[in-house]
Protein backbone atom coordinates (compact mmCIF):
# COMPACT_ATOMS: atom_id res chain seq x y z
CA UNK A 1 0.00 0.00 0.00
CA UNK A 2 1.18 3.57 -0.70
CA UNK A 3 2.56 5.68 2.51
CA UNK A 4 3.09 9.41 2.48
CA UNK A 5 5.58 10.36 5.23
CA UNK A 6 6.18 14.17 6.70
CA UNK A 7 8.81 13.31 8.99
CA UNK A 8 8.66 17.19 10.35
CA UNK A 9 5.27 17.66 12.81
CA UNK A 10 6.41 21.03 13.24
CA UNK A 11 8.10 24.04 11.51
CA UNK A 12 8.86 27.53 11.85
CA UNK A 13 10.19 30.57 9.40
CA UNK A 14 11.01 33.83 9.79
CA UNK A 15 8.32 36.30 7.71
CA UNK A 16 10.11 36.56 4.12
CA UNK A 17 12.38 33.97 4.94
CA UNK A 18 12.79 30.19 2.81
CA UNK A 19 11.40 26.92 4.68
CA UNK A 20 11.15 23.63 3.01
CA UNK A 21 8.51 21.01 4.31
CA UNK A 22 9.55 17.22 3.41
CA UNK A 23 7.84 14.62 1.91
CA UNK A 24 8.75 11.03 0.83
CA UNK A 25 6.52 8.34 -0.08
CA UNK A 26 6.06 5.01 -0.88
CA UNK A 27 4.69 3.53 -4.31
CA UNK A 28 5.59 0.62 -6.93
CA UNK A 29 3.60 2.82 -9.52
CA UNK A 30 5.69 4.76 -12.28
CA UNK A 31 2.66 6.97 -12.65
CA UNK A 32 1.01 8.86 -10.23
CA UNK A 33 0.15 12.69 -8.80
CA UNK A 34 1.35 14.57 -6.04
CA UNK A 35 -0.24 17.49 -4.21
CA UNK A 36 0.81 19.95 -1.50
CA UNK A 37 -2.31 21.25 0.50
CA UNK A 38 -2.51 24.20 3.01
CA UNK A 39 -5.22 24.19 5.86
CA UNK A 40 -5.28 27.20 7.53
CA UNK A 41 -6.65 27.86 11.03
CA UNK A 42 -10.00 27.94 8.95
CA UNK A 43 -9.68 24.58 8.20
CA UNK A 44 -10.61 24.88 4.31
CA UNK A 45 -8.11 22.73 2.64
CA UNK A 46 -6.24 24.47 -0.08
CA UNK A 47 -4.65 22.88 -3.24
CA UNK A 48 -1.04 24.30 -3.14
CA UNK A 49 0.89 22.92 -5.96
CA UNK A 50 -0.02 19.59 -7.92
CA UNK A 51 2.70 17.56 -9.65
CA UNK A 52 2.60 15.03 -12.31
CA UNK A 53 5.08 12.07 -11.95
CA UNK A 54 5.79 11.97 -15.57
CA UNK A 55 7.25 15.44 -15.56
CA UNK A 56 10.38 15.66 -14.76
CA UNK A 57 10.43 19.78 -14.54
CA UNK A 58 9.41 20.22 -11.23
CA UNK A 59 6.15 22.47 -10.51
CA UNK A 60 5.67 26.39 -9.04
CA UNK A 61 3.23 28.50 -7.83
CA UNK A 62 4.54 32.02 -7.40
CA UNK A 63 6.42 31.33 -4.25
CA UNK A 64 5.82 27.87 -3.84
CA UNK A 65 8.36 25.33 -5.73
CA UNK A 66 8.95 21.50 -4.97
CA UNK A 67 11.78 19.65 -5.60
CA UNK A 68 10.69 15.88 -7.15
CA UNK A 69 13.23 13.49 -6.86
CA UNK A 70 11.13 10.55 -8.44
CA UNK A 71 13.90 8.12 -7.69
CA UNK A 72 14.44 9.09 -4.17
CA UNK A 73 10.46 9.30 -3.84
CA UNK A 74 10.54 12.23 -2.61
CA UNK A 75 8.57 15.56 -3.05
CA UNK A 76 9.73 18.66 -0.67
CA UNK A 77 7.68 21.97 -0.63
CA UNK A 78 9.59 25.45 -0.53
CA UNK A 79 8.29 28.42 0.54
CA UNK A 80 10.47 31.32 -0.39
CA UNK A 81 9.75 34.92 1.01
CA UNK A 82 7.11 33.41 3.75
CA UNK A 83 4.24 35.47 4.53
CA UNK A 84 2.61 35.40 7.90
CA UNK A 85 -0.60 34.34 6.04
CA UNK A 86 1.56 31.36 5.27
CA UNK A 87 1.07 30.35 8.71
CA UNK A 88 -1.02 26.76 8.21
CA UNK A 89 -0.70 22.88 8.74
CA UNK A 90 0.96 21.66 5.29
CA UNK A 91 -0.26 18.09 4.31
CA UNK A 92 1.46 16.30 1.44
CA UNK A 93 -0.84 13.77 -0.34
CA UNK A 94 -0.25 11.30 -3.13
CA UNK A 95 -3.01 9.96 -5.51
CA UNK A 96 -2.65 7.11 -7.95
CA UNK A 97 -2.56 7.10 -11.57
CA UNK A 98 -5.57 7.64 -13.59
CA UNK A 99 -7.55 4.32 -13.98
CA UNK A 100 -7.36 3.52 -10.94
CA UNK A 101 -8.40 4.72 -7.23
CA UNK A 102 -8.83 8.25 -7.00
CA UNK A 103 -8.16 8.10 -3.40
CA UNK A 104 -5.65 10.39 -2.10
CA UNK A 105 -3.35 9.20 0.61
CA UNK A 106 -2.05 11.93 2.76
CA UNK A 107 0.41 12.54 5.13
CA UNK A 108 0.33 13.38 8.88
CA UNK A 109 0.91 17.23 8.55
CA UNK A 110 3.35 19.75 8.98
CA UNK A 111 2.24 22.76 10.92
CA UNK A 112 4.09 25.87 9.77
CA UNK A 113 4.62 29.01 12.20
CA UNK A 114 5.51 32.15 10.55
CA UNK A 115 7.16 34.64 13.32
CA UNK A 116 6.77 38.48 12.59
CA UNK B 1 -11.44 29.21 -9.22
CA UNK B 2 -13.01 26.04 -8.57
CA UNK B 3 -15.61 26.10 -5.63
CA UNK B 4 -16.93 23.13 -3.67
CA UNK B 5 -19.24 24.48 -0.63
CA UNK B 6 -20.89 22.68 2.67
CA UNK B 7 -24.02 23.21 4.81
CA UNK B 8 -23.84 23.90 7.05
CA UNK B 9 -20.68 25.08 8.03
CA UNK B 10 -21.49 23.85 12.03
CA UNK B 11 -24.00 21.61 13.77
CA UNK B 12 -25.38 21.04 16.73
CA UNK B 13 -27.42 18.10 17.99
CA UNK B 14 -28.93 15.91 20.36
CA UNK B 15 -27.51 12.25 20.73
CA UNK B 16 -29.60 10.17 19.13
CA UNK B 17 -30.70 12.34 16.13
CA UNK B 18 -29.76 12.39 12.60
CA UNK B 19 -28.01 15.15 11.21
CA UNK B 20 -27.65 15.14 7.12
CA UNK B 21 -24.20 17.72 5.85
CA UNK B 22 -24.41 18.74 2.17
CA UNK B 23 -21.88 19.10 -0.53
CA UNK B 24 -22.09 21.29 -3.33
CA UNK B 25 -19.66 21.80 -6.40
CA UNK B 26 -20.77 24.85 -7.44
CA UNK B 27 -19.27 25.94 -11.17
CA UNK B 28 -18.34 22.45 -12.14
CA UNK B 29 -19.87 18.75 -12.57
CA UNK B 30 -18.26 16.54 -10.34
CA UNK B 31 -17.55 12.56 -11.21
CA UNK B 32 -16.67 11.84 -8.14
CA UNK B 33 -16.87 13.07 -4.20
CA UNK B 34 -15.34 11.80 -1.10
CA UNK B 35 -16.10 12.16 2.31
CA UNK B 36 -13.49 12.86 5.06
CA UNK B 37 -13.46 13.08 9.37
CA UNK B 38 -10.79 15.03 10.60
CA UNK B 39 -10.08 14.53 14.27
CA UNK B 40 -8.08 17.91 16.02
CA UNK B 41 -4.55 18.07 15.05
CA UNK B 42 -5.22 15.06 13.14
CA UNK B 43 -5.23 14.47 9.20
CA UNK B 44 -7.76 13.52 7.30
CA UNK B 45 -9.84 10.38 7.33
CA UNK B 46 -11.70 9.24 3.88
CA UNK B 47 -14.64 7.72 4.93
CA UNK B 48 -16.10 7.07 1.31
CA UNK B 49 -16.00 7.82 -2.42
CA UNK B 50 -19.31 8.49 -4.05
CA UNK B 51 -20.09 8.72 -7.75
CA UNK B 52 -22.97 10.23 -9.18
CA UNK B 53 -26.06 7.51 -9.75
CA UNK B 54 -24.43 4.83 -7.73
CA UNK B 55 -23.65 3.37 -4.02
CA UNK B 56 -20.96 4.87 -2.24
CA UNK B 57 -17.77 2.60 -1.52
CA UNK B 58 -16.87 3.06 1.80
CA UNK B 59 -13.55 2.37 3.77
CA UNK B 60 -13.22 -0.74 5.99
CA UNK B 61 -14.33 0.28 9.50
CA UNK B 62 -16.95 2.88 8.20
CA UNK B 63 -20.28 1.94 9.19
CA UNK B 64 -22.56 2.63 5.88
CA UNK B 65 -25.47 2.17 8.02
CA UNK B 66 -24.24 4.88 10.40
CA UNK B 67 -23.40 6.89 7.54
CA UNK B 68 -25.15 7.17 4.96
CA UNK B 69 -23.90 8.81 1.52
CA UNK B 70 -26.72 10.37 -1.21
CA UNK B 71 -24.85 11.38 -4.77
CA UNK B 72 -28.08 12.26 -6.03
CA UNK B 73 -26.88 14.53 -8.44
CA UNK B 74 -23.47 16.08 -10.34
CA UNK B 75 -23.48 18.99 -8.40
CA UNK B 76 -24.41 16.87 -4.97
CA UNK B 77 -23.60 14.51 -2.17
CA UNK B 78 -24.79 14.26 1.10
CA UNK B 79 -24.05 12.50 4.49
CA UNK B 80 -26.15 11.68 6.96
CA UNK B 81 -25.22 10.68 10.49
CA UNK B 82 -27.59 8.42 11.93
CA UNK B 83 -28.76 7.97 15.48
CA UNK B 84 -25.49 10.34 16.22
CA UNK B 85 -23.51 9.80 19.33
CA UNK B 86 -21.03 12.17 21.04
CA UNK B 87 -18.54 10.09 19.67
CA UNK B 88 -19.26 10.98 16.14
CA UNK B 89 -18.20 14.60 17.08
CA UNK B 90 -15.76 16.16 14.40
CA UNK B 91 -14.84 17.72 11.35
CA UNK B 92 -16.19 16.32 8.21
CA UNK B 93 -14.92 17.68 4.84
CA UNK B 94 -15.84 16.80 1.05
CA UNK B 95 -14.12 17.16 -1.52
CA UNK B 96 -15.01 16.94 -5.11
CA UNK B 97 -12.74 15.79 -8.10
CA UNK B 98 -14.43 16.26 -12.17
CA UNK B 99 -13.15 15.42 -15.74
CA UNK B 100 -12.06 18.90 -16.42
CA UNK B 101 -8.53 20.56 -16.67
CA UNK B 102 -7.01 18.71 -13.65
CA UNK B 103 -9.23 15.73 -13.02
CA UNK B 104 -6.35 13.69 -10.87
CA UNK B 105 -7.33 16.82 -8.41
CA UNK B 106 -9.92 16.91 -5.65
CA UNK B 107 -10.65 20.31 -4.17
CA UNK B 108 -12.56 20.63 -0.72
CA UNK B 109 -15.23 21.96 0.59
CA UNK B 110 -14.84 23.88 3.79
CA UNK B 111 -16.11 21.32 6.28
CA UNK B 112 -18.75 20.96 8.58
CA UNK B 113 -17.76 20.89 12.47
CA UNK B 114 -20.54 18.47 14.33
CA UNK B 115 -21.00 18.54 18.00
CA UNK B 116 -23.37 15.93 19.57
CA UNK B 117 -24.17 16.35 23.08
Known amino acids: AQTVTQSQPEMSVQEAETVTLSCTYD???????LFWYKQPPSRQMILVIR??????QNATENRFSVNFQKAAKSFSLKISDSQLGDAAMYFC?????????????FGKGTKLTVNP | GVVVSQHPSRVICKSGTSVKIECRSLDFQATTMFWYRQFPKQSLMLMATSNEGSKATYEQGVEKDKFLINHASLTLSTLTVTSAHPEDSSFYIC?????????????FGPGTRLTVL
Open chain 1, 93 to 105: AYRPPQGGSEKLV
Open chain 1, 27 to 33: TSESDYY
Open chain 2, 95 to 107: SASWSGVLPDTQY
Open chain 1, 51 to 56: QEAYKQ
